[in-house]
């Protein structure tokens, strides 16, 4: 074959073309464990920050070696055993026909459609007492799916921290539930008050002063949108049809059994 023919290009472009495929695909296959390595650690580190138990630069197996995943049915509102929460995989589980549930359309503020009947939460104890409880809470923004973890101290009342660890929201808009700023303006918000749901975000800045204030959240400037997306997610999973049953056991009995 001469070294300029027309086939001979189409021969190298070919082989070319063969040996890049094969490459990048196979990189796919290959980086995925890591991919999925990477996004189970990031989830952690996001509920060790929700605890207030993040150290920079720590290693974070084993930071959160000191936090105990548990699974909370839904319906009946208590903990269970019925599956090994250390193995349970909550996206996983909202595939699962035994365990997915429909939500009523005038129930759905959050707009998630469905849900996963059991729910993987996370406590921090010192000895028996539960110190903190960490809640996976998501539900639509403007343009994604949001998801986050609220954490609440033993009083299953007061926020010890929030934070949205996947989401595509604009960068600088929606996308400032990840500012630090934002995040630590939950801190001490009650969720309850004479045990209703009491927590709203809402547009613009909280006046401090005025009565309420503790139950009152600041929007997202410039993202008027994303702020409601936050305050239905969080008042939906907060809610009656959310973890409040399951929270007033836990408030007035200190519920832990399954
Ligand atoms: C490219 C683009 C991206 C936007 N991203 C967001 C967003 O992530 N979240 C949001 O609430 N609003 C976003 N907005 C703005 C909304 O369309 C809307 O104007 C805004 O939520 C109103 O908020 P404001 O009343 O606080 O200005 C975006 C607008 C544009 C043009």
């Known amino acids: 074959m001469h070294k300029d023919s027309v086939s001979r290009t189409l021969l190298v472009a070919t082989v070319l073309c063969i040996v ?49 995943p548990r699974l909370v049915d839904l319906d009946t509102d208590h903990f269970t055993d019925q599956m090994d929460p250390t193995t349970f995989d909550p996206r996983a589980a909202m595939k699962n026909p035994e365990l997915i549930e429909s939500i009523p359309a005038d129930k759905d503020i ?19 007492r539960i110190e903190t409880l960490i809640l996976p ?35 600088g ?12 303006r939950w801190l001490g918000k009650h969720i309850y008050q004479n045990d209703q749901l009491a927590i709203r975000v809402i547009k613009g800045r909280v006046d401090p002063n005025r009565p309420g204030a503790i139950t ?3 929007g997202l400037g410039g993202a008027t949108l994303t702020t409601r997306g936050v305050n239905n997610l969080i008042r ?23």
């Open 20 to 68: 890049c495929a094969v490459l990048v695909s196979s990189s796919v296959v290959a980086l995925k464990p890591l991919q999925e390595r990477n996004k189970a650690l990031e989830e952690k580190k996001n509920i060790l920050e929700a605890a207030g138990l993040m150290v920079p630069g720590g290693d974070i197996e084993k930071l959160f070696e000191q936090i105990e």
């Open 110 to 128: 959050a707009k998630i459609r469905s849900r996963s009947r059991l729910a993987k939460v996370y406590l921090v104890k010192q000895g028996d």
């Open 137 to 171: 809470v998501y539900g639509k923004g403007l343009w994604s799916t949001m998801y986050a973890f609220v954490a609440l101290s033993g009083d299953g009342n007061t926020v010890k921290g929030v934070t949205f660890y996947d989401h595509g929201e604009t960068p």
């Open 173 to 184: 808009l929606g996308g400032e539930v990840e500012n630090p700023l934002w995040k630590n």
């Open 216 to 218: 009152t959240m600041d």
């Open 236 to 258: 939906y999973w907060l809610g009656e049809e959310g973890f409040a049953p399951f929270l007033r056991n836990f408030r007035t009995r200190g519920e832990t059994h399954g």
